[in-house]
């Protein structure tokens, strides 16, 4: 089960520096959530139907089919339904806090990253009156917030990313993909955010979740997955096991070799998330802006579903 949302104690200073940086993140994300990111999100992601709303006049240009023959009658002229959407969505940020996401090779983190794409994610669905809620994961459920409404609950969230952490290093996408499909009794949107690094993707649960929900995956990348650089002889850490090997990146079969199982694990991946019917989008925190391919994913799916 996800453990209490209430979290560890902290002392002043560390409190006050928490929120210090989750008013930074809030104030990035709030400059790329503009209108038209705000109705890319509206246009991506549907309501559950339209509602009657009320009837009017008959108007040229108005569809036959709508017409309301019982106020028609009262009223002895066309009358016709209007309808609105029924919005009342619920996103939720299934965050991965492992040991690998506190790692980053270009003065940023990948759980930095992950924070401002949870933000602009959460702040587009706020705009639009959707809840959010939050589950963190590593090879267990850590921490679980139920979805809600307000700018209140979206800094919560904020907080909650850049502060829950996981006792256990490892990661494992099963049980949050479990607590996902558990919290989410109607459709809802799914977005999974981790590197992905060491994790298998459990398809069939996946594409079960993918059958009921709209479920996106973010992965957050560091140019080290791609590349390893030439400074001679260096001890690597594995953040999420603790063990350290001693490598010779002067070598150059090392590095090739590095890239070559690294292009092998990512076309895995790439085709276990095709396999289970997850949209994919790729954040690096090497990238100047590391948010626009999320931005572009959400407009991109926007004109789709237009």
Do not use: Y
Request: glycine share 6%; proline share 3%.
């Amino acid at each position: 089960m996800p453990r209490a949302t209430a979290g560890t104690p902290v002392d002043d200073a560390e409190l006050r520096s928490l929120l210090k940086r989750v008013r930074q993140v809030e104030l990035r994300a709030r400059k790329r959530v503009s209108a038209s990111t705000s109705g890319a999100w509206h246009s991506r992601f549907k309501g559950r139907g339209m509602a009657f709303s009320e009837s009017r006049a008959f108007a040229d240009g108005d569809d036959p089919r709508h017409v309301d023959w019982l106020a028609t009658a009262r009223n002895g002229d066309l009358f016709v339904k209007q309808f609105v959407e029924e919005r009342e969505l619920t996103l939720l940020l299934v965050l991965d806090v492992s040991g690998s996401m506190i790692t980053g090779s270009r003065g940023r983190l990948r759980r930095a990253l992950a924070a401002e794409v949870a933000a602009v994610l959460a702040l587009s669905a706020s705009r639009n009156q959707d809840k959010v809620g939050l589950v963190a994961f590593t090879d267990r459920a850590e921490r679980l917030v139920r979805p809600a409404k307000g700018k209140a609950h979206v800094l919560r969230i904020i907080r909650d990313v850049l502060a829950v952490g996981g006792e256990a290093r490892s990661t494992s996408l099963l049980p949050a993909l479990e607590t996902a499909q558990h919290l989410c009794r109607q459709r809802a949107i799914v977005v999974i955010v981790s590197d992905l690094i060491g994790v298998t993707i459990p398809v069939e649960r996946a594409r079960a979740l993918a059958l009921r929900h709209d479920v996106a995956v973010v992965e957050v990348r560091d140019p080290l997955d791609d590349e390893l650089p030439d400074v001679g002889v260096v001890g690597l850490v594995d953040a999420e096991t603790g063990r350290e090997t001693l490598v010779d990146t002067a070598d150059a079969r090392v590095r090739a070799d590095w890239v070559a199982r690294g292009r092998a694990a990512r076309d895995a991946r790439r085709a276990a998330l095709k396999a289970a019917g997850l949209e994919h989008v790729v954040v690096d925190v090497g990238d100047d802006d590391a948010i626009l391919p999320l931005l572009r994913f959400l407009r991109r799916s926007a004109r789709r579903a237009a």
